[in-house]
Each structure stands twice: as C-alpha cells, then as structure tokens.
C-alpha cells in the first residue's frame, strides 16, 4: 500500500504534499444541488485536503457569459493565493467571446487560460465559432481546459485530433480523458506533445488510472474533481487505492499541473 | 480514531463484456477487508445479475458459509414463474442472508404492488432489507423506488450507488417522508458536501457505509468519511453502528 495513504488517512492533509486541482467550477448549476458553492466556503473546504490551488470557471461564465465571467474575477482577487480561473468560453455568444479576449490581458493575475464546454454549448471544437478562440490560445501559448467526452460529436476523440493536428503551441487539457473512450485518450499523448489528461469522473471507476500510468506513465495527467461537485478526499483516496506508486501520485496531485502553471518555486 | 467499517456494498465474481473487465475473489475482498480495518460486509455474486438469480443465489450462499465476515443479500424475481426457491425466512437467518435485490431492467419484470405486493407487505412488516442500485441501469431509477415507497412506506430500502451527480434532490424527500430509508454512503461521499448536509438535515442515522468496490475503491470513501466535517459519534454510525442496527432489526420468524 502507498505510503502516502497511511498519511492522508491519519491526517486528512499533508505539508509535504499538497494538491493542485486544475479542473473546478463555482456557483450553483440547473442540474445538480451543491451545497458548498461560495467562495467563502470553498475556500474554507479545500483546506480539509490540504488543496493548496484550484483552477475554476465558474458556472454562470459558462452558461451566462454576459455575466459569468466577472463572478471568476471576484473570486480570484479575493483570494488570490487559493484560486486561479480559467476565462468561460462561450461560442454561442461570439461577441462576448470577442470581448472577454480582447481584454484578457487586463485579467493576468485571474486567468491561466481558457474553459470550454462543447459538449453542453453544443457546437464541435472544429467550428469556425472556436477559431478565434484556439488562435488566440495558441499564440499566447495558454492553457485550454476543455470537456471531452468518448463517442460525443461536440468534444470526442475525432474533434479533439483536429485541435492537435492544428495547434501546438497551446496545452490542451482534457478534461475527464475523452470519458470512456482511453484508448484515444492514451495514444492522444503518445502523439501529441501538447496535451495531458485529467482525472474529474476517472477515479469513480477501478482500473482506469492503473491503464493510464502503465500506459503512459504520470508526467502527463493532472487531478481534477469539479469541485465543488465532488469531494477532494473521496478522489485522493480513489488516487491512493490505486495501487500506483507515491512518486506517480505525487506528481499527479501537483507536480505535474505545477510545471504547468508555473506558480509555486 | 481507528474507526471500523461494515461495507453494505460490495460484489464478487467475474465481470467481463464490452467494457468492464473485473475478477474478484471473496478471499481477495477479505484480505483487503483486513488491511482497511473492515470488519464485514454485505455482498452478492455478480452472476445473480448477469446469469440467473438462482443460479447466482447458490454460489452466494456457499461461498458466504464458512466466512464470517460475509453477510448476502440474494436476487429475487417474480414468483409467478417459480424460477427462484420459495423464500423461507428462518433458513435465511441460517444463511446468513440480510437483504434482497433486484435487478427488473435487466431481468425484463415490472417492480411494483401488482408483481410483487403481499411479498413487499411482508417485508415491510419484517423490517427486511431491499437494496436498490441506481446506478448500473440494470435495477431501478427514482421513479421505481418512489413508487415503491409510496405504496410501502415502511419498507426497509438502503438506497445504493445514488448517482454520479448529486442526488439529493432526488433523495432527501425520500428520507423525508419514509422513516426506513438508508442512503448507502459511496457515491453520497463522492458528492461535496454530501455526507455533510444530510447529517445536518436528517441525522447521520440515515447513512450506512457503503464502497461499491469492486467498481470502485474502497479508500475512496473511507478517506471521505473519515475526515468529513461531522462528528466522531456520527461517523460511528454510518461506519458500521446504522447497518448493525438495521439488521437487528429483522424479523426473521
């Protein structure tokens, strides 16, 4: 058994390894009740884990992105050593889009980079609506949080290999690894050099992270929960159970979205 | 605190198709039972689902027998077709079996009062568990257990697997309005929060612990609830105390 387990187990959160979740949302949402989503509180939960930064778009920027967007930057500035955002990309709304880039510049204490969500936008990752959105991306070399999703039309495998194909300066961060689909998941790194996976709804099922790290190793995927929808110690105890090794977890926890960031010496 | 677990949610045996291939021995449950400090557990034989519920019934019971740790719960079907042996309520003690479920999207029957309802009336006199999976697909879905508890409100029903998304929505009134229903903890521990709230709202005598493993991990909700923002006292009860009440509570004559 990881040694770390015994550790988290007995303390809940440890100094020498902290997480970084690089995939979280903020706000209430239609379809889902969540209990813990101000940033007060979330603030305050993370603590439990020993969750040291998150990475948020908050839900309002993705679904009501005439507004969305500031609700990421109050957040931020209140607390600037705990949250870092990600700009919520709307295409359906070109022209907030066109605003919310024009002015990112402004926001580079807020921003790591960029939040999309095809699958729920309903418009695939190559349509001319993201165009701009991957230009802009790959010329700024930013980070691109995007939801993925195996067999979906909007965020699959085939659509994420045209963004590959087509941009490599930007890192494209999968999140929930093509869910279902690990194959193309797998061979997506093997492939591309600009590219990591992500852990949200991948840990709530024994055998998937094993297949990933004996596939690829673990320099290239990242933890996220979409927190505050689910919990950090039920993640990091699924991570710990794995059976993988501590240097594995260690850098899946942070190491990896560290080097990424570039936030923490 | 060295808090010890009874896991009402767990199976064995082989599971493979198109997408999920798993192989787990009760011996190798009962060795990880002993490192995580489990000190038992409920569990059923996949083959109760996947096979035929009499064939998976038997394989249960015996592997169950001589291991102490080991509690069963066996499938039902619809009587009418007298597939499944005749339930005899005191050889279940014998058996050591403390529950049943059922599988009507994949068995193809309906679960309601008109299939199943002196039987669901006995066991809501006998304060014998039914356990519902809401999440495979192949048992039932809110509607199901509504419908169920609306007819049978007393019915003794642990509520496992909840859902992906959280499910209190779905599931607070139920505990609301039906005194015997228990949320099984796995995916409730996955939800932020969820453990949390619905100790505030209804008590942690509502919850039992549950791991789902072998599709899940085991540590996943043990590191959840352990460190979960409620106290020692109420974390006793959802670890084992609720399900050892709940099966005191059977009436198995």
């Known amino acids: ?20 979740d690089i995939h979280c949302h903020m706000g209430l949402f239609y379809g889902s009740h969540m209990p813990y989503t101000d940033p007060d509180t979330m603030a305050k939960r993370m603590e439990l884990a020993g969750v040291k930064l998150i990475v948020f778009c908050h839900n309002y920027a993705l679904l009501y992105p005439e507004e969305g967007n500031k609700y990421n930057i109050e957040a931020v500035r209140k607390y600037p050593e705990k949250f870092k955002a990600y700009c919520g990309i709307n295409p359906n709304y070109p022209e907030v889009v066109e605003k919310d880039l024009s002015t990112f510049d402004k926001f580079r204490d807020v921003y790591v980079g960029l939040k999309l969500l095809p699958d729920y936008h309903k418009i695939p990752l190559s349509d001319k609506k993201y165009k701009p959105v991957f230009e802009f991306a790959d010329k700024n070399k930013l980070i691109v949080l995007t939801h993925t999703w195996g067999r979906s039309i909007y965020d699959g495998a085939d659509e994420v290999e045209k963004i590959l194909k087509k941009y490599k300066n930007l890192i494209l961060i999968l999140g929930h690894s093509i869910h279902g689909d690990w194959e193309k998941a797998i061979e997506f790194v093997k492939k591309y050099e600009n590219v990591c996976l992500e852990l949200c709804a991948i840990l709530d099922e024994r055998g998937i992270i094993e297949k990933f790290v004996y596939e690829i190793g673990s320099d290239r995927i990242l933890f996220g929960t979409d927190f505050p929808w689910f919990n950090h110690h039920y993640y ?13 977890c260690r850098k899946i926890l942070y190491l990896n979205a560290n080097k990424i960031l570039k936030i923490f010496e | 605190m060295n808090i010890e677990f009874f896991d009402v949610n767990v199976w064995f045996g082989n599971l493979k198709d198109d ?15 002993d490192e995580l400090n489990i000190k038992k557990a409920i569990v059923y034989h996949i083959s109760q689902r996947d096979v035929h519920p009499e064939f998976g019934n038997e394989i249960l019971i015996k592997e169950i027998a001589d291991k102490e740790k080991f509690y069963g719960i066996i499938t039902l079907l619809p009587f009418q077709t007298d597939e499944i042996k005749k339930i005899d309520f005191k050889d279940l003690k014998n058996k050591k079996i403390v529950g049943f479920n059922f599988f009507p999207k994949k068995h193809n029957y309906i ?13 809501e006199y006998k304060n014998f568990p039914v356990f519902f999976d809401l999440l495979s697909g192949f048992s039932v879905d809110y509607r199901d257990v509504y419908s169920i508890l609306n ?15 959280n499910t209190n929505r779905f599931t607070w009134p139920l505990i609301e309005k039906c005194p015997n229903v228990y949320l099984e903890s796995s995916l409730l521990s996955l939800q932020e929060g969820g453990i949390e709230e619905t100790v505030k709202k209804y008590g942690a005598e509502r919850i039992v612990f549950g791991s789902g493993f072998p599709e899940r991990y085991f540590e996943a909700s043990i590191l959840q609830l352990v460190h979960a923002e409620i106290n020692e006292k109420d974390k006793e009860k959802i670890a084992h105390k609720n399900i050892e009440r709940i099966i005191k509570r059977i009436k198995y004559e």
């Open chain 1, 1 to 20: 058994m990881n040694k770390l387990w015994k550790e988290f187990l007995k303390k809940g959160k440890l100094e020498d390894c902290p997480v970084i």
């Open chain 1, 236 to 248: 990091i105890g699924a991570l710990l159970g794995s059976g993988i090794s501590e240097e594995d």
């Open chain 2, 19 to 33: 997408i999920k291939k798993i192989s787990v021995s009760l011996k190798r449950i009962s060795e990880k039972l």
């Open chain 2, 111 to 123: 679960l309601d009062k008109i299939t199943f309802g002196d039987f669901l009336s006995e066991l």
């Open chain 2, 151 to 165: 007819n049978f409100p007393k019915l003794t029903c642990i509520l496992c697997n909840l859902g992906i998304w």
